[in-house]
């Protein structure tokens, strides 16, 4: 079957640095999507990963390793508002703008 | 400002009714999806389109349906509610690498 597994809480303190992990298991692997969402509402696009390696937009960098079937997300300067709950997703398809498989997501708590 | 649009943001239905959600999004995408978000299951794939007229099954399609007669907009068809069918309904769509999501609608099935 296809699974995403992810913590499902982490806390932190503001200020902090904090990681959220996420490995995957899928039929077939065309990127690796972070979202988030705050309590009452739509999640929100973060990054994407197609390839190995890091990318970075500004307090919030996303890692892929493709050989290990895992990426994170890495939260620097932690705030309060960043209080919300995290997804990862996987496209398991080559068509851009395809379906994605969501993980269950982790509830990151700021705390002051 | 783009946006995805779903016509309520609260339901309550009768067990048995026909429900209708609709969701119209004003980017000229061609690919939108419905999922389901329970409390510890994440979001799940109901159905999903990539073209007017097309419709595929996601991971959970039974006890629904979809409609996308139009670009913009696809709706989800819950042909005979059930209280298993309570739950946060969201919308999106793409046209590339990030999904733009509507707000939500919470159905209740009495």
């Known amino acids: 079957g296809q699974s995403l597994e992810q913590p499902s809480e982490v806390t932190a303190v503001e200020g902090a640095i904090v990681q959220i992990n996420c490995t995957y298991q899928?039929?077939?692997?065309?990127?690796l999507s972070w979202y988030q969402q705050h309590d009452g509402g739509a999640p929100t696009f973060l990054s994407y990963?197609?390839?190995?390696g890091l990318e970075e937009t500004g307090r919030f960098s996303s890692f892929l390793s493709r050989s290990d079937s895992y990426g994170y997300l890495l939260l620097q300067e932690l705030q309060m508002k960043d209080s919300a709950s995290y997804f990862c997703?996987?496209?398991?398809?080559?068509?851009?703008?395809?379906?994605?498989?969501f993980g269950q997501g982790t509830e990151l708590s700021v705390k002051p | 400002d783009v946006k995805v649009t779903q016509s309520s943001r609260y339901l309550v239905k009768r067990t048995g009714e026909k429900v209708f959600l609709e969701c119209v999004q004003d980017?000229?995408?061609?690919?939108m999806f419905w999922y389901r978000q329970d409390p510890g299951l994440g979001l799940r794939l109901i159905y999903f389109?990539?073209?007017?007229?097309?419709?595929e099954k996601g991971d959970i399609p039974e006890g629904y349906s979809v409609s996308r007669e139009k670009k913009e907009r696809f709706s989800l068809i819950l042909e005979s509610a059930s209280t298993n069918q309570t739950s946060m309904y969201l919308c999106?769509?793409?046209?590339?690498?990030?999904?733009?999501f509507g707000s939500g609608t919470r159905l209740t099935v009495v």
């Open positions: 999106a769509s793409t046209s590339g690498h990030g999904y733009t």
């Open positions: 980017m000229d995408h061609e690919n």
């Open positions: 997703a996987v496209r398991d398809e080559g068509n851009q703008g395809g379906k994605l498989i």
């Open positions: 899928t039929s077939g692997f065309y990127g």
């Open positions: 389109s990539y073209d007017v007229k097309m419709k």
């Open positions: 990963n197609a390839l190995d």
